[in-house]
């Protein structure tokens, strides 16, 4: 009997106590790693290709705060600039429910030259831009309402006094979160009493170069007129986002670390319970001339044994599920992507050890100071 | 397709509950004292110390994300006077969202179910509420506030809304009052201090403290000072009172059957307790939380009872030998497991408690993003009676469930053999 064969009996001598711990451990890992993709999803907004080259205006006060429609001529003028369009936030109720899918109003000509990654028909592009009362839809939103080109949808601003009919034109795909509803800015002023105004401007510059001088150039465009507004890049207009959610973050991060301390906890006490369990067993091999780092030796690779078995069934079975699983219907579209990444799963990995490590040293300790014959006289 | 299994879940509810029933009823005539099973609890701490917290752990995290789902409620929940009335826009689900057009407060204005003061006016505030942006003091980004712009009539109809420092506003000076728990967030918000918004500078006079109510998450300045800088013509809300709050009835009526208006009055008690769609994430993290973390505490639980049966092999095949029947040992053991998380449930109450004085004797707020305002929220820790027993009772199952298996084990353990156990 090697020394290997020899841990691993013992370890799994005890299956039912082996199983548990496993799962127990496993059970904890799993929400670990839930819980920092979670956190990760709502600290990191999900970019789409074209993105780097993609600036958002908004105003200045806020962006709840409308723009004026006249803005438009000014910044297509600012060389540098590719395309523009409005982005009007439509917050409508569809079938007397807030929607789980947002609406913009925008230009159908100009999207195509800002939303670049943007994929659909030819036909569909044609009739959203011949068709005034066109929308489309995000494949996903599509998929979960059932919804096909030609069906008619109805929403309910809560924005505007606006209720409004739309016939469904084209269904996109290729954009980070295919979720959104697409429908034209003229289509809103004229149904909703907009009176020359659009909640936002979204444009593509030219080069990435151009990019600082574009922004900085809309800024200066309407400074001390009634509509100042904030030009940014893509990534820092998401960004901002994040610091709306607050203490959120603090909150989710002192769960995690509750979760972790939970899981260390029980597992060090499953370990020590192994490990008292045959106190006598391990006194007869002090006697028979083992050394105690080699019993130090057999105890950590038992617990790193079972921490890294936990690690395989939890990371590795919340890595299958959430890259291979229909994530979008198990967290009912509040998360639209849960990648698990490398250095999420390498953290919890190193959870796994370090719990491996932390459980052995109790009861280490408890068999370094244990004297043979003390050992052989235990009954428990 | 789906009757069966609710069929069948129902039928497990059933057993669960008639089995907890069957244990209660054991606990009360069982044979073998209660005292015994929770001395056992304690003979071997060690290794039942770590499962105690464990459980402890799960229901501190259940009781806490509870308790702010209900922070975030009451925030909103604990808002208005009885006899206002407030009118929005029919249709706005947002108070920033609303206009509410100088045509239409006039009309409103002299209706005959607003009470006078005791000059004859009418007691009715036309509003702004305005979203702005601020940087945060701990210079992590910036956040929306809503600035409301009230009139001298909207702030006595608010009398939550105590200044604690400085003065208020003088309409016309440019100047503004914040909650002083905002102002703990929100850079540039320290009296005297000035901050830019609508390409103005507004200077901040005063904090205000408006007693935990969705006030508290708010900035105020004069209203028609605020509607001339935001460039705003229409106001936001109107606050009425009711001379008497019977005629809300024919109040909203009026106004939801004229067909200009297009509004919607209801009690303002009412408006703000709706405002709750923040919590409801929340509240599922909390119940997801408890319910995925407790499978773990239940596996703990049932090592840590396998364990203590298994020393006690011997004990119990005595108590057999005494003449105690199998099933007095399996409810004994099933007991002991509720015992064992019952105190875990405590602990876990307590710390959960724990944390709440904390945060209330030290002034920590949390602050997130409101879906019902589009802006940030302030709210604190609000453990109800009801989350506590909640919480204990999540305890108790956990530890019945986890100690099943093993208390069927020790219940079913061969007299003899268990006898000769070492």
Request: hydrophobic share 50%; charged share 20%; with cysteine.
């Amino acid at each position: 009997m090697t020394l290997g064969t020899f841990i691993i009996k013992n370890a799994l001598r005890n299956k039912r106590r082996a199983t548990l711990s496993i799962l127990s451990v496993a059970v904890s890992l799993f929400l670990l790693v839930l819980l920092l993709v979670a956190l990760r999803e709502i600290t990191l907004p999900v970019e789409g290709a074209g993105a780097e080259l993609r600036v958002a205006v908004r105003n200045k006060i806020s962006i709840a705060n409308l723009l004026p429609a006249k803005q438009l001529p000014i910044i297509q003028k600012i060389p540098g600039v590719a395309a523009v369009t409005p982005f009007t936030w439509f917050g409508g109720k569809y079938k007397g429910e807030q929607a789980t899918f947002a609406q913009f109003a925008i230009d159908p000509k100009a999207m195509r030259g800002v939303f670049t990654e943007l994929k659909m028909d030819p036909e569909s592009y044609a009739a959203f831009e011949n068709e005034r009362d066109a929308c489309i839809i995000g494949k996903i939103t599509a998929d979960k309402y059932k919804l096909k080109v030609g069906d008619k949808i109805t929403l309910e601003s809560t924005i505007y006094p606006a209720t409004m009919d739309f016939k469904i034109v084209g269904i996109y795909a290729g954009t980070p979160d295919d979720r959104n509803m697409l429908f034209r800015q003229d289509y809103l002023n004229e149904a909703g009493g907009l009176d020359g105004q659009v909640g936002m401007w979204w444009l593509k510059v030219d080069s990435a170069k151009d990019m600082p001088r574009v922004i900085q150039a809309i800024d200066k465009a309407f400074e001390n007129t009634s509509a100042e507004v904030r030009a940014e890049s893509e990534r820092a207009f998401q960004l901002s986002f994040i610091s709306m959610w607050g203490n959120i973050k603090l909150l989710v991060g002192l769960i995690c670390t509750a979760v972790i301390f939970t899981l260390l906890l029980v597992s060090a006490s499953t370990m020590s319970m192994a490990v008292r369990e045959r106190f006598r067993e391990l006194a007869i091999l002090k006697a028979i001339g083992f050394r105690r780092r080699e019993l130090f030796a057999f105890i950590l690779a038992e617990s790193f044994g079972l921490a890294a078995a936990g690690a395989f069934i939890g990371v590795g079975g919340a890595y299958v599920l959430f890259t291979y699983g229909p994530i979008g219907k198990i967290t009912f579209g509040y998360f639209p992507s849960f990648e698990v990444t490398s250095r999420i799963i390498g953290f919890s990995a190193l959870i796994a050890a370090l719990l491996g490590i932390v459980a052995s040293i109790m009861p280490s300790i408890a068999v370094a100071k244990m004297s043979v014959t003390e050992g052989l006289k235990t009954l428990d | 397709m789906l009757i069966p299994i609710f069929i069948v879940i129902g039928l497990c509810f059933l057993a669960f509950i008639s089995y907890i029933l069957w244990l209660v009823w054991a606990a009360l005539t069982s044979p073998i004292p209660l005292p015994y099973n929770f001395k056992s609890v304690f003979v071997r701490w060690r290794s039942t110390a770590a499962t105690i917290f464990g459980i402890a752990l799960v229901v501190t995290v259940f009781i806490l994300l509870n308790a702010m789902a209900a922070g975030l409620e009451k925030s909103s929940a604990n808002t208005g006077d009885p006899r206002n009335v407030m009118i929005v826009r029919k249709g706005s689900t947002a108070e920033s969202s609303s206009v509410i057009t100088l045509e239409q407060f006039k009309l409103i204005r002299y209706l005959p179910q607003i009470a006078r003061d005791d000059k004859g006016n009418p007691i009715i505030s036309a509003d702004l509420a305005v979203i702005i942006s601020l940087p945060r003091r701990d210079g992590t980004g910036e956040a929306n506030v809503t600035m409301r712009g009230v009139t001298p009539m909207g702030k006595a109809l608010r009398p939550q809304v105590k200044l604690v420092s400085g003065r208020w506003f003088v309409p016309g000076k440019r100047e503004a009052v914040i909650s002083v728990k905002m102002a703990r967030r929100f850079a540039e918000t320290d009296i005297g201090q000035k901050f830019k918004t609508g390409g103005k500078e507004l200077t901040v006079v005063g904090w205000f403290d408006a007693g935990d109510s969705a006030f508290d998450s708010e900035m105020w300045m004069d209203a028609d000072e605020a509607r001339s800088i935001f460039d705003r013509e229409n106001y936001s809300s109107l606050l009425a009172r009711l001379a008497d709050t019977n005629d809300i009835a024919s109040f909203t009526n009026r106004l939801e059957t004229e067909k200009r208006m297009a509004l919607r009055a209801d009690f303002e008690t009412k408006y703000y307790m709706e405002q709750t769609s923040t919590a409801g994430p929340i509240k599922f993290l909390g119940w997801f939380l408890a319910v995925a973390m407790s499978i773990g505490a239940v596996f703990a639980a049932m090592n840590t009872m396998y364990a203590a049966i298994g020393a006690r092999t011997r004990e119990i095949g005595t108590l057999r030998v005494l003449g105690f029947r199998r099933r007095v040992i399996l409810a004994s053991f099933n007991l002991e497991g509720a015992i064992l998380s019952g105190i875990g449930g405590a602990i876990g109450c307590a710390l959960a408690l724990l944390t709440q004085w904390f945060c209330t004797a030290f002034n920590v707020h949390f602050g997130t993003l409101s879906f019902n305002t589009f802006s940030e929220v302030i709210f604190q820790f609000r453990i109800t009676p009801a989350l506590l027993v909640e919480g204990m009772i999540f305890a108790v199952v956990v530890g019945i469930v986890g100690s099943f298996f093993p208390a069927i084990r020790a219940a079913r353990l061969p007299v003899i053999a268990a006898l000769k156990a070492v």
